[in-house]
């Protein structure tokens, strides 16, 4: 394969796929809900959890006025919701009415958790710095919501149970069909690929 560098970077989106994400916010009894794929697991301990917003939304808005955020994260069966999440702003309709989206009770913040997602963090904003475009809210998790069978006892994904939604960027999205999930082992993979190159 013939790869070419080049130092005019142009579209940003080399990176994908990532996990397209739904975070949501609440400020003076509105709830809203906007589409992130920008989003990133910071410090396991405590547990951080960073995501990418840009200044223009009203998620960006509600966020920096109560340093609070959840992110939802969604099975392939609700991609739709995530797609329309990310279409129209909440300051043109309201996003939980319009589309039908469910709350679970959140038990530490005000952010709404979605009932559709498998797993959600409730966040409490520690550190907000603007980079570029886009504000990186880093947020403390300080309360997980999860569906307990789709995990095994060391906190992996079962993909029999749950598939997420997996995103290519623009409007595209990647629906996992089939799949295995080969173990390697760090030590060993790493001694194995030493001694075949020795
Ligand atoms: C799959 C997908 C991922 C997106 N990821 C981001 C993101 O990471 N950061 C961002 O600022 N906007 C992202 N967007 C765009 C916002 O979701 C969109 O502008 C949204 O309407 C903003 O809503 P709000 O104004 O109600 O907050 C994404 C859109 C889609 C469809």
Not at 105 to 134: N, R
């Amino acid at each position: 394969m013939n790869k070419v560098a080049r130092t005019e970077i142009g579209k940003f989106s080399h990176f994908f796929p990532f996990s397209a994400t739904i975070v949501t916010s609440h400020f003076d009894g509105k709830d809203n809900a906007m589409a992130v794929a920008w989003h990133m697991p910071v410090s396991a301990n405590p547990p951080l959890y960073g995501v990418g917003i840009s200044s223009g939304k009203l998620s960006w808005e509600y966020i920096t006025k109560t340093m609070e955020f959840g992110v939802n994260f969604m099975p392939f069966e609700a991609a739709e919701l995530v797609a329309a999440t990310g279409g129209p702003s909440g300051r043109k309709i309201d996003k939980f009415k319009s589309f039908g989206l469910k709350k679970d009770a959140s038990i530490a913040t005000s952010a709404p958790i979605l009932s559709e997602a498998y797993a959600a963090f409730e966040c409490v904003v520690e550190k907000q710095a603007e980079y570029g475009d886009h504000t990186l809210f880093i947020g403390r998790v300080v309360a997980l919501h999860h569906l307990p069978e789709a995990y095994d006892e060391r906190g992996r994904l079962n993909l029999n149970i749950v598939k997420p939604t997996l995103y290519l960027g623009g409007d595209n999205y990647l629906q996992i069909t089939t799949f295995n999930t080969p173990h390697l082992d760090r030590k060993e993979t790493a001694e194995d690929l030493a001694r075949r190159n020795a």
